[in-house]
């Protein structure tokens, strides 16, 4: 069974190409799609699609590049979300030095955040762009205990890997960090144990920072599938040992039971 540990089914333009997406995910094995929202605006969506769709799993947070407007209620309104979604994660939120939002008030957001999932024992799902360092501060000093976390999208370097699986990090690559340099990734990749590796695709955001071109419902398992070849690739396993782990792992990150 495939796992999608990051997507965000609510930006996919055509809400015929995501129905078509979920009902293709039936045929191919495609049990979990974990849904991030990005702003209180989209929380409504992913909401609904969990509400619809028990494969959804609804991730309500601020991404860093909404944090710069953010209406003046959103605090209380992340806490209704997440009371009302016992299932629900904190995400997508970090830090990200490559957009123009503040990085104080990108830093005050994400912290703020942190702060509730330790509070109501929720695993995080977070973006870092050129900020593993700062990212890492924050985690050292502010991590509740016993928060789970995953670098979504990781494209850093293996030293702050390293840093970050002491953590306790979760480290996820997508299609798109894979893309960007395969080699080097891959061999990131290796780097991490096998029982800390997720996979995801980050669709539609086919391209760094936007939804792509070709962001279309087949365009989308070439993408799951293309990013589990790879893993196979790299950790040198085979693809039923793979899908086991990566399935594993997403279940202790999303729920907190122990790997086994
Ligand atoms: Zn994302």
Redesign the pocket.
């Given at each position: 069974m495939l796992t999608d540990m990051?997507?965000?089914l609510q930006d996919i333009p055509d809400p015929l190409m995501c129905k078509s997406i979920l009902s293709l995910g039936q045929d191919l094995r495609t049990g979990q799609f974990v849904c991030?929202g990005?702003r209180p605006e989209d929380w409504q969506a992913v909401e609904k699609f969990a509400a619809e769709d028990r494969r959804v799993v609804p991730f309500f947070g601020v991404?860093p590049w909404y944090a710069g407007k953010l209406p003046s209620d959103w605090y209380g309104l992340l806490e209704d979300f997440l009371k009302r979604n016992p299932k629900a994660g904190v995400g997508?939120v970090g830090l990200d030095k490559a957009c123009p939002v503040d990085f104080a008030r990108q830093t005050e957001v994400f912290h703020r955040q942190i702060e509730i999932a330790g509070r109501f024992a929720r695993p995080l799902?977070i973006?870092c762009v050129r900020a593993a360092s700062a990212i890492l501060n924050v985690l050292k000093r502010s991590l509740p205990p016993n928060t789970r976390f995953m670098i979504?999208?990781y494209q850093g370097s293996k030293e702050m890997m390293r840093e970050l699986l002491n953590l306790g990090a979760y480290i996820s690559f997508s299609w798109k960090s894979l893309q960007r340099d395969t080699e080097e990734s891959i061999a990131l990749m290796r780097n991490v144990p096998l029982d800390r590796l997720l996979l995801e695709t980050?669709f539609p955001?086919t391209e760094p920072g936007r939804v792509g071109a070709d962001a279309h419902d087949e365009k989308y398992y070439e993408t799951l599938q293309g990013v589990y070849d790879l893993a196979e690739r790299a950790k040198g396993v085979d693809v039923e040992a793979l899908e086991k782990a990566v399935w594993k792992n997403g279940t202790a990150f999303l729920s907190g039971a122990p790997a086994r």
């Open positions: 990051h997507v965000h991030n990005t991404h997508e799902s973006h979504h999208s980050d955001y």
